[in-house]
């Protein structure tokens, strides 16, 4: 089946530590997108990657970091300078950037401090 | 004031019933909407996209813009149990980014 993949579905960090959320899409989709959920907010941008190699920075990207090496993977790296980790992280991959193509959401990933 | 306004609920409802979810936004030059209902523990799923002001139904579901008046709206015809959710409205932006209302929670009641 064609759809996004996140994974872990839970994932715990202890003070100080790096950790690592997987995103991968057999959609063959161009455009890949991290947001972050938090109680009773909207979501909230934070990096987006159009095309291979290249990424951007959404509004809240401090503490966050991508890479964007294959067209199906987007891993986002949750650092120890992000200081409000816990959230619910749900990655989205479109067609393209432009403004006819809708986002399509992974089931996410909840993260939360030991 | 936030780009995009969408009262957080609950919404109750009985089963059976027409179900309107509002969403307001401010900013003129948005020209795409969405709509994405979101269960719990998981991801938002596309339930309707719209470009134009007008209507655009789908089965139990129809859309609304109002671009005069930045008023966006979801209808659910004939409400499930099923249908119980947190809704989601989004606009897009001039760079193509989605702005997100905060969501309503709707439960229907069987």
């Known amino acids: 089946d064609g759809g996004i993949t996140q994974s872990p579905k839970y994932l715990f960090r202890k003070e100080g530590q790096n950790v690592t959320l997987s995103c991968e899409q057999n959609l063959n989709h161009d455009a890949m997108y991290w947001y972050r959920q938090d109680p009773g907010q909207g979501l909230r941008l934070i990096y987006y990657?159009?095309?291979?190699?290249?990424?951007q920075k959404g509004d809240i990207a401090e503490g966050y970091s991508v890479s964007r090496e294959k067209k199906e993977s987007f891993p986002l790296t949750v650092t120890s300078a992000q200081k409000n980790p816990t959230a619910f992280y749900l990655c989205?991959?479109?067609?393209?950037?432009?403004?006819?193509?809708?986002?399509?959401f992974g089931d996410g990933t909840r993260l939360s401090i030991l | 004031q936030k780009e995009v306004e969408q009262d957080p609920g609950p919404l109750s409802v009985p089963e059976g019933a027409i179900v309107s979810l509002n969403c307001t936004y401010s900013n003129s030059a948005f020209q795409y909407f969405m709509w994405y209902r979101q269960y719990s523990r998981k991801g938002p799923e596309l339930l309707m996209y719209?470009?134009?002001?007008g209507n655009k139904e789908d089965g139990r579901f129809t859309a609304q813009v109002d671009k005069s008046s930045k008023y966006i709206s979801l209808f659910i015809r004939d409400s499930q149990p099923s249908d119980s959710a947190t809704y989601l409205c989004a606009v897009m932006d001039s760079s193509y980014k989605l702005i997100f209302g905060s969501g309503t929670r709707l439960l229907v009641r069987p």
């Open positions: 990657s159009q095309i291979v190699n290249d990424f």
């Open positions: 719209t470009y134009s002001s």
């Open positions: 989205a991959s479109s067609i393209g950037g432009g403004g006819n193509q809708p986002q399509h």
